[in-house]
Structures are given as structure tokens and as C-alpha cells.
């Protein structure tokens, strides 16, 4: 005999826990485990982290979050590896993230195609302006402007965002680890 997942609404599954929540996601009502992810993982997202924060110290004009928990809807929660807000887009003080960052930085390693293209989706539906995968084995990013419009930038060339990072520039290649001699 078969039984019926129960679905969650963002509140239920907020109140599960940070050990249940820190490991898991909550896609269409149903609590999906995060894949464990390896060093050069935590390695890209660390450094994009620093990049972006670097950028933005001081300018007034964003702010940079590793690791935080978007209510997209009712039965849909994300936690993308960085999100970047503009001011007009700031989270508040008290209660969850409502809404996709305006950038959200994401590093590929363990995903399906199917779930990559989902998370995707998913920020632009929200209010994602622009989404970045990243992909550590290729040392390079797939900058969507859209959920269907993407442009592949590797190592050698240049990250930009005129709107809404004015004056924002960096080397896909700083993102990665320095290639072993």
C-alpha cells in the first residue's frame, strides 16, 4: 500500500528546523534534500561571495547574501549559493526572503539538467534579473538575462552587470580556484 507524501507550505516547512532546512529545499509542497557538495564547490561560492562583497563595500548600492532562504511562493523555498539585492530589493530585517534576488549566483556540481533548468525558472518567475551557473569542471558561467536567453562567458573573459552593478567587473577566471602546476 502506498502513502501519500503530505505537502508543505513554506511556513510548515520553515518550522521543521534548522537541521532539517539547512540540508533541504522545499520544491512544489515536498521537502527534496540538497545534495552534499564538494570543495571546489564551497571553494567558487566562497570566492564569488568575496568578489561580489568586494564590489559592493562601501557603494550603497547592494548588498550580498551567501546562503539564504527565498520564500518564492507558498510551497516553494530556494536557497541559492549567492544572492546579490540592489536597495530598492533589500530583504527585511525580520521574516523570510519574499521574492528571487536581483542576481543570484548559483555553482553547478552535483544537479541534474532537469533541476538546473527548474532553479532557474524558479528565480526569474520570482524577480531574478539575472542568473549565474557556474560550472568548476569547465571554469565557466552561463549568464541568463532570462529563463530562456543565456550567453557562456569563460575563464579569460569578463563578468559584467552595467544594470544594476554599474561599474562591476571580474575575471570569470578569479571565481575558480588557480589550476594546479
Known amino acids: 500500500m502506498a502513502t501519500a507524501t503530505q505537502l508543505l507550505t513554506f511556513d510548515q516547512w520553515s518550522e521543521l528546523g534548522w537541521d532539517t532546512i539547512k540540508t533541504t529545499e522545499l520544491v512544489d509542497g515536498e521537502v527534496v534534500p540538497v545534495a552534499y557538495t564538494r570543495a571546489i564547490h564551497e571553494w567558487v561560492k566562497a570566492k564569488g561571495t568575496d568578489i561580489f562583497a568586494g564590489f559592493l ?3 550603497g548600492i547592494g548588498a550580498v547574501y551567501p546562503e539564504v532562504i527565498f520564500k518564492l511562493d507558498e510551497r516553494l523555498g530556494r536557497r541559492p549559493d549567492v544572492s546579490i539585492f540592489v536597495p530598492d530589493r533589500l530583504p527585511p530585517a525580520e521574516g523570510p ?9 548559483e555553482v553547478v556540481s552535483s544537479e541534474t539538467t532537469e533541476e538546473a533548468d527548474r ?9 531574478a534579473k539575472y542568473v549565474v551557473m557556474a560550472y568548476p569542471e569547465s571554469r565557466s558561467f552561463w549568464v541568463y538575462d532570462s529563463a530562456a536567453r543565456a550567453h557562456r562567458l569563460e575563464s579569460s573573459e569578463t563578468l559584467t552587470f552595467p544594470d544594476p552593478l554599474p561599474g562591476f567587473s571580474a575575471r570569470v577566471g578569479d571565481f575558480f580556484p588557480p589550476r594546479a602546476s
Open 97 to 105: 526572503f519574499v521574492g528571487a534576488a536581483e542576481i543570484v549566483f
Open 119 to 127: 532553479r532557474i525558472r524558479d528565480y526569474f518567475a520570482y524577480g
Open 57 to 59: 563595500r562601501g557603494t
